[in-house]
């Protein structure tokens, strides 16, 4: 089985994958991850990656093509694996169908988790974070026992600037354009298929396990 998940932020594409790789045993691949390790290996790409995350700068689509390639290579992922944060670009879409034509392999589905923007806006700026310990919490969904005060330490939580409402939008305008290619791009060749990602983990991986259940019938 192998997945691509898309989605705008928020809406929970890195848990409902980490929640799949639990349950059918075939890895969680996202681009952060594959960042970082990359970058504690002392690979060659992870070097360069690092060279341009220091300068602040964006990775250049062929160091990211390059370590997702890498990573697709190896022997956890020959059974499948669930792609989350890549591809971001119809470049990237490409070169995806390029390395898995060179792996003899092929996408079995592109799921865009849909979410109203109102309820990304209520997932993102709800966020609340430990600056001490890095507790994170939600306003909503998982709330500290006392309002504003970390469970774990006492330390008073903060809101990230990520994560208030201003840049919230700006992040959900720019994603939403490259989104909306992508969705373009695989709804041509078939792949696409949106899924229904309101409500809780629970019930959005309820949905998930009966449309897996489906693409196996």
Same mark, same amino acid.
């Given at each position: 089985?192998?997945?691509?998940?898309?989605?705008? &932020?928020?809406?929970?594409?890195?848990?409902?994958?980490?929640?799949?790789?639990?349950?059918?045993?075939?890895?969680?691949?996202?681009? =952060?991850?594959?960042?970082?390790?990359?970058?504690?290996?002392? %690979? /060659?790409?992870?070097?360069?990656?690092?060279?341009?995350? $220091?300068?602040?700068?964006?990775?250049? $689509?062929?160091?990211?093509? =390059?370590?997702?390639?890498?990573?697709?290579?190896?022997?956890?992922?020959?059974? =499948?694996?669930?792609?989350?944060?890549?591809?971001?670009?119809?470049?990237?879409?490409?070169?995806? $169908?390029?390395?898995?034509?060179?792996?003899?392999? +092929?996408?079995?589905?592109?799921?865009?988790?849909?979410?109203?923007?109102?309820?990304?806006? @209520?997932?993102? %700026?709800?966020?609340?974070?430990?600056?001490?310990?890095?507790?994170?919490?939600?306003?909503?969904?998982?709330? &500290?026992?006392?309002?504003?005060?970390?469970?774990?330490?006492?330390?008073?939580?903060?809101?990230?600037?990520?994560? !208030?409402?201003?840049?919230?939008?700006?992040?959900?305008?720019?994603?939403?354009? @490259?989104? +909306?290619?992508?969705?373009?791009?695989?709804?041509? !060749?078939?792949?696409?298929?949106?899924?229904?990602?309101? =409500?809780?983990?629970?019930?959005?991986?309820?949905?998930?396990?009966?449309?897996?259940?489906?693409? @196996? /019938?």
């Amino acid at each position: 089985m192998n997945l691509v998940l898309l989605g705008l &932020p928020g809406a929970g594409k890195g848990t409902q994958a980490s929640l799949l790789e639990d349950e059918h045993g075939i890895p969680h691949v996202s681009t =952060g991850d594959m960042f970082r390790q990359a970058i504690n290996n002392e %690979t /060659e790409l992870g070097q360069k990656a690092r060279e341009y995350m $220091d300068a602040g700068e964006l990775v250049p $689509d062929e160091v990211t093509i =390059g370590i997702v390639r890498d990573r697709l290579a190896r022997d956890d992922s020959q059974s =499948g694996f669930i792609l989350d944060g890549f591809p971001r670009t119809i470049a990237q879409a490409k070169a995806l $169908d390029e390395m898995l034509g060179d792996l003899n392999r +092929e996408l079995d589905m592109v799921i865009y988790m849909s979410v109203p923007e109102d309820e990304l806006l @209520k997932r993102l %700026t709800g966020r609340r974070v430990c600056p001490e310990c890095g507790a994170n919490y939600h306003l909503e969904f998982n709330p &500290p026992q006392e309002e504003g005060i970390c469970d774990e330490c006492g330390s008073e939580l903060i809101q990230r600037d990520d994560d !208030r409402e201003k840049t919230v939008r700006k992040r959900l305008d720019v994603n939403r354009s @490259k989104t +909306e290619k992508l969705k373009e791009y695989y709804s041509d !060749r078939d792949l696409l298929v949106e899924l229904d990602a309101r =409500g809780s983990v629970d019930e959005v991986n309820q949905r998930f396990a009966e449309l897996l259940e489906e693409e @196996k /019938e």
